[in-house]
């Protein structure tokens, strides 16, 4: 076995407990920077990772052959995203916290037009870290927003500490997560926390596409939410 493959399959088994950059790659490989950014340049291509604003995931590819599940939470996550999928035709991921970023745990539809466009490093930047933010603690809610100077990856997503504490207040009062091209011009995304009776880290349930097919009947798709977290 090549010592590239090594790399390859060591960066995916990393990615499949948190999101990363590529320094922080780069640094727990012990390869140089270049080197993983074209390794990860490939792995997009075969759809074994995504690029999530400055930070990879693990892609659909990987995920469909991950197979440690003791709670089969993956199992019911397919689930809820192909009943998503399916009854609004958007796209429909499962997220759970994963370090500072987010990581799919299923996903059923297109991915293509998810590719952002600006890096951005916070879970506010989008509408499923929002839903994800909004059920921590608030110690740890108030650490994460802990920043300065305060980063927006558009002119469309929350300008400050106070427009994010609404949001997430918003959502622990039981309503959806929304955003329009906060992060990716002319997408949109439905989201709300998705609990689970086990102990587990949060996890949420979004609807995704563009924002003109969100917005042709937007009540039935945050319904459609709605109902795949209550199912």
Do not use: N
């Amino acid at each position: 076995m090549t010592s590239s493959l090594l790399r390859g399959l060591r960066a995916l088994e990393l990615l499949g407990s948190e999101a990363l950059g590529v320094s922080e790659l780069a640094r727990r490989l012990g390869v140089d920077k270049a080197g993983v950014s074209r390794m990860l340049r490939q792995l997009h291509t075969d759809g074994w990772v995504l690029r999530t604003g400055s930070r990879y995931v693990l892609g659909e590819r990987a995920l469909t052959m991950a197979t440690t599940d003791p709670a089969g939470v993956r199992r019911r996550a397919a689930r809820v995203a192909a009943e998503l999928h399916e009854r609004t035709g958007l796209t429909a991921v499962v997220l759970r916290l994963a370090g500072d970023g987010s990581q799919p745990v299923a996903v059923a539809g297109p991915t293509d037009f998810l590719e952002p466009d600006e890096p951005f490093e916070h879970l506010w930047s989008t509408a499923g870290g929002v839903a994800l933010l909004a059920q921590l603690p608030d110690a740890d809610l108030d650490r994460r927003l802990a920043v300065s100077p305060w980063p927006r990856p558009s002119g469309a997503a929350p300008r400050d500490v106070a427009a994010v504490r609404r949001l997430v207040r918003s959502v622990r009062a039981g309503a959806v997560a929304e955003e329009r091209s906060w992060t990716i011009a002319g997408v949109g995304c439905v989201a709300l926390p998705w609990p689970l009776l086990e102990p587990a880290p949060p996890y949420s349930v979004l609807a995704v596409g563009r924002a003109e097919d969100l917005d042709r009947d937007a009540e039935a798709v945050r319904q459609a939410v709605r109902d795949a977290v209550a199912g």
